[in-house]
């Protein structure tokens, strides 16, 4: 904060603050010349099996509608059930572990180390096994998902605040959770939104891989379905609506950090303290 | 009159840490002395300055005063209580070399941030909170900052930083402030700026201070009594402290005051003990 003053003012980047459709024309024309150069690739590859066009895409959701938009709606319940319960877990256990004394912080910290580092696949196809093939599972799974995404880096962040700012919580006599609210979360809270904003998008893959294990509907049975009878349009149809799901929440984080962070200096300026 | 601040052969030795090898641990604790035998009496209403070379042990020995450290060795008693509960009930407050504002509270919050602590319950309590928003104004208008309340503390400048700083140590009303280095990263105008106006808050308030920084011109211009540390214990004393100067200048201090002979002498006398303090280590 200090150091910032002392720098010369021609580099220090202060871009005047966008509004969020600032820079919507280039993405349409990023947008347009994408879609145009792939209805002309696959046209002229003429393989739709392979390679369907986008207009195919568009004639497959006029005709599948009804059934597309429900399975994207059950597939999004999933992902925000399982993303809300994901988050407010690893939000609270990193609370927990920062309040539990240090050899149990390390002991639980160890799990969760070597959970993190098992395939999620196979703890995905347990959690179908566990709780059956209905939406349940699929919650368990992107929650896990999300919960891993979000964890790791909120405690990382809850320990390592600077100590001086430790010492002066210290010197106004602070008890643990005026210490949280007051200093911990606060400090945290930028990366607490950045490894939100991943979380959102593992999210999206946990419901997805929870339905391709196993599942009557939503987008993942969809692209497994569709597979198995050569229906390569309608996978890409799934594939769109499953990142469109993930936009749509991507989009709602990133508003509620807006909302949470007017103080956070890299969003008025570069990313610079 | 006894005194406010007391340090009785007070040593401080942190254990540093082995160095963590590839294959084990290589290397053995060793104990690092930084403070030795350090005795020092404040009276009330004293205003006393520590210099020293850099690293000597001056930010040791306030966090030793401000309950952050203990003490290896010695008795240490701030208003006749341990350090750590003096300065949690609020008769001593803290200034850091860094102001240490959080970024996310406007400068009155920030300054509202020891109440806060102190009373949870704050904002459930309309007339409690009317008063303690008052407090914050007064504090704001003392330090000249009522304009930039709502500033977050990004948007001021480093010397307005530890002036709201300045503001927050004084919430709880303390009775000795501990200052490190307080006004070391900013620049000469804007440091006699602060000097003058904290000198006004010792007066006003009548506070105990111990103020601690590596310039001896500021230390001679604020304090009655300037003490001098070496790195490692001194050969001769046999402790940290080398000198203590007397600074019998006459109050209320001026800025003319650095023109005056007498405040020459006074330098000289004090940049001569930190040459043996310098020698000795
Ligand atoms: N937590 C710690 N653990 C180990 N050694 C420490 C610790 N804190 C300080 N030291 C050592 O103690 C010595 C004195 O440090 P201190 O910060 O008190 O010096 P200082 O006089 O305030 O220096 P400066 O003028 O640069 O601020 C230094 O050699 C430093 O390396
Ligand atoms: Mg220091």
Known sequence: MAQETLRPTSQVRVPARRSPFADLGSWTIFAVVLLAGWEIGSRLYNQPYLLPAPSQIIRAMGEDYALVLDYARITMQETVLGFVLGAVAALLSAMLFVWLPKTIEDFLYRIIVTLNSTPFVALASLAVVWFGLGITSKIIIAGMYTFFAVLYHTHKEFISVDPMREYLMDVYNAGWLQRMLLLKIPSALPIIFTSLKGGVMAAVNGAIVGELFGAFEGLGYMILDSRYVGNTVRVFLAAVFCTLIGWVLLGVVTFAERLLLPWHVSMARGKSS | MSAIVEMERISKAYEVARTPGLLGRRGADRALDVVTNFTLAVRQGEFVCVIGPSGCGKTTVLFLLAGIRDPSDGR?????????????????????????????????????????????????????????????????????????????????????????????????????????????????????????????????????????????????????????????????????????????????????LKEDPAFFQKVREGRAALREAQVAD
Request: charged share 25%; aromatic share 8%.
């Open chain 2, 76 to 256: 240490i008693a701030v208003c006749g209580k341990a350090p750590a509960d003096a300065v949690r009930v609020g008769l001593s407050s803290v200034i850091f070399q860094q102001p240490i504002l959080f970024e996310w509270l406007t400068a009155e919050d920030n300054v509202l941030l020891p109440l806060r602590l102190r009373d949870p319950r704050w904002w459930w309590w309309p007339p409690r909170r009317a008063r303690y928003q008052e407090t914050v104004r007064q504090l704001l208008r003392t330090v000249e900052l009522e304009q930039f309340a709502r500033y977050y503390p990004d948007k001021l400048s480093g010397g307005m930083q530890q002036r709201v700083a300045i503001a927050r140590a004084l919430t709880l009303n303390p009775q000795v402030l501990l200052l490190d280095e307080p006004f070391g990263a900013l620049d000469e105008i804007t440091r006699d700026r602060m000097n003058l106006e904290l000198l006004r808050l010792y007066d006003e308030r009548e506070l105990t201070i111990l103020f601690v920084t590596h310039s001896i011109e500021e230390a001679v211009f604020l304090s009655d009594r300037v003490v001098v540390m070496s790195r490692g214990a001194s050969a001769r004393t046999g402790s940290s402290i080398v000198r203590e100067v007397r600074v019998d200048l006459p109050r209320p201090r001026r800025l003319a």
